[in-house]
């Protein structure tokens, strides 16, 4: 008889402790989540402000100057850029919170920030717009240019073309590593 008692008793524990467990995970995960997704949005804006800083340093120094990123890392993402409106862009989606009150724009140095909100999940765009400053080309023409998210960073030049009927050209073109 005791046998048994002792048998139903550690099975009863057992149960209670794992719906514990349940229960501590199904409240942290989403702050996990939530923390990772900041961080993720924190190191894209580091990024694209690197990005920034190479392109000026280009615009700066003159035509024919020339600068390189051996390695621009995307964890999570999509980087576009827009040469035909002279920006550069990168869109996180799937993100479980807004990062920002959806539908405002705000700025953070030279990077405008709008967060987006879908059903279920909201998304982030964050911006560096040349309109008005420089020309900026992908591989000498205009256009639109993708690059995702992978584990292989990408590399990328830039070089200052010089002016073109009064506006600094800046080419930028993806190379091999």
């Known amino acids: 008889m005791k046998k048994g008692q002792i048998w139903i008793e550690t099975v009863v524990y057992t149960l209670i402790g794992l719906a514990l467990i349940g ?30 800083a190479k392109i000026n340093e280009v615009l700066e120094k003159g035509q024919g100057n020339v600068r390189k990123i051996d390695s621009f890392t995307m964890k999570k993402g999509e980087l576009f850029i827009d ?44 911006k560096l717009n040349y309109n008005g400053i420089m020309n900026i080309t992908y591989d000498n023409a205009e256009g639109m240019k993708k690059f995702s998210a992978g584990s292989v960073p990408y590399s990328f030049i830039f070089e200052n073309k010089g002016n073109v009927n009064g506006t600094i050209v800046v080419n930028v073109r993806e190379v091999s590593r």
């Open 23 to 52: 229960v501590v995970l199904s409240l942290v995960t989403p702050k996990i989540n939530q923390s990772k997704d900041k961080a993720i949005i924190e190191q894209s804006i580091n990024s694209l402000n690197y990005l920034d």
């Open 83 to 126: 040469s035909s409106n002279d920006s550069i862009y990168l869109i996180l989606d799937d993100l479980t919170k807004p990062y920002s009150e959806p539908g405002i724009e705000i700025e953070f140095g030279k990077i405008k920030i709008v967060s987006e909100q879908k059903q279920k999940k909201s998304s982030v765009k964050l």
